[in-house]
C-alpha cells in the first residue's frame, strides 16, 4: 500500500463526511438564523429557543436526506472493501 493510496482514501474519507454532515449543518444553520431574527425582532433573549425548531427540522432532514446517506455511505463501505485486495498486492 502506497502512500498515495493512503491519501486517496482519507481524501475520499473526508469528502464523504462533508457529504453526510452538510445537510444537517446548513440546515441547524438556516433555522439558527431564522431563529436569531426572530428572536432580534420580538426581543426574546430566551437561549433555548432555537433548540426546539433546530431538533425538529434536523428531524426531518434525517428522515428526508437518510437514504441518500445510507447509500453513500454503503457505497463507499463497499468500494473500500472490494479495493482491499487491490490495495494489498
Do not use: H
Not at 433555522?31 to 426531518?60: C, D, H, R, W, Y
Request: a negative charge; proline letters at 6%; aromatic letters at 4%.
Amino acid at each position: 500500500m502506497s502512500p498515495e493510496d493512503v491519501l486517496t482514501i482519507g481524501r475520499d474519507a473526508l469528502a464523504l463526511g462533508i457529504l453526510l454532515g452538510a445537510p444537517l449543518l446548513l440546515t441547524a444553520l438556516v433555522v439558527g438564523v431564522v431563529v436569531g431574527v426572530f428572536q432580534a425582532a420580538t426581543q426574546i433573549n430566551e437561549m433555548t429557543l432555537s433548540f426546539i425548531p433546530k431538533l425538529l427540522a434536523m428531524a426531518v432532514v434525517c428522515i428526508a436526506a437518510g437514504p441518500w446517506m445510507l447509500r453513500l455511505l454503503t457505497e463507499y463501505t463497499r468500494r473500500l472493501i472490494e479495493g482491499i485486495p487491490g490495495l494489498l498486492g
